[in-house]
């Protein structure tokens, strides 16, 4: 089955760049959603087909996909953005949502 | 405003079952495939289940295939997970999640708040 790897945690300092990696065979030829988790609440959806960006989430927010590598960007980083974010793609050979492990940004 | 309930939720011995519901409003739930997915404490997001909306085709993790059932009930807005032979690793918080099409395939555009189901004796 496909299997997507996330470093486990990223650390950023405000107002720089977070960037959140999510790696998988050939990944670009797969549509890749983001979500954000803060702790206690139900995930959110900030990216969706690589890039594209759901109405309310701020243009700080962005994707890209290439190769075996999927990255979730975040410019200009707040304390606010600290979350769990997992990318996940669909497994068209098993018909199997597939989520990455996760990564905890901390922002110092 | 769409909205996700999730419902039935509790402390079940091993070996039971139980079934959770999620109401949807807001859109016309017949339109969108839903997904059930599940996060155990201090874990990740782990997929659990999908129905699509017109065909209602189901698509099942391996961990739960032959254990749980996905169905949905188009006339009263309702997605409903039946879990039997539940086990200690079944335990976590449950999510409901709306896909942004019919297709399974998609990105999930909302989500439940999530109902906790706990496994033990």
């Known amino acids: 089955s496909y299997v997507v790897t996330q470093p486990p945690s990223v650390s950023a300092t405000p107002g720089k760049t977070a960037s959140i990696s999510c790696e998988g065979n050939?990944?670009?030829?797969?549509?890749v959603h983001w979500y954000q988790q803060k702790p206690g609440q139900a995930p959110v959806l900030v990216i969706f087909y690589d890039s594209d960006r759901p109405s309310g989430i701020p243009d700080r927010f962005s994707g890209s996909n290439s190769g075996n590598t999927a990255t979730l960007t975040i410019s200009r980083v707040e304390v606010g953005d600290e979350a769990d974010y997992y990318c996940q793609v669909w497994d068209s050979y098993t018909d199997h949502w597939v989520f990455g492990g996760g990564t905890s940004l901390t922002v110092l | 405003e769409v909205q996700l309930v999730e419902s039935g939720g509790g402390l079940v011995q091993p070996g039971g079952s139980l079934r959770l519901s999620c109401l949807g409003s807001g859109f016309t739930f017949s339109n969108y495939a839903m997904h059930w997915v599940r996060q155990a404490p201090g874990k990740g997001l782990e997929w659990v289940s999908s129905i699509s909306g017109r065909t209602g085709s189901t698509y099942y993790a391996g961990s739960v295939k032959g254990r749980f059932t996905l169905s949905r009930d188009n006339s009263k807005d309702t997605l409903f997970l039946q879990m039997d032979s539940l086990r200690a690793d079944d335990t976590a918080v449950y999510y409901c999640?709306?896909?942004?099409?019919?297709?399974?395939?998609?990105?999930?555009?909302?989500w439940g708040q999530g109902i906790l189901v706990t496994v033990s004796s």
């Open positions: 999640a709306k896909a942004s099409r019919s297709e399974p395939m998609v990105q999930a555009d909302y």
């Open positions: 050939n990944i670009e030829n797969k549509a």
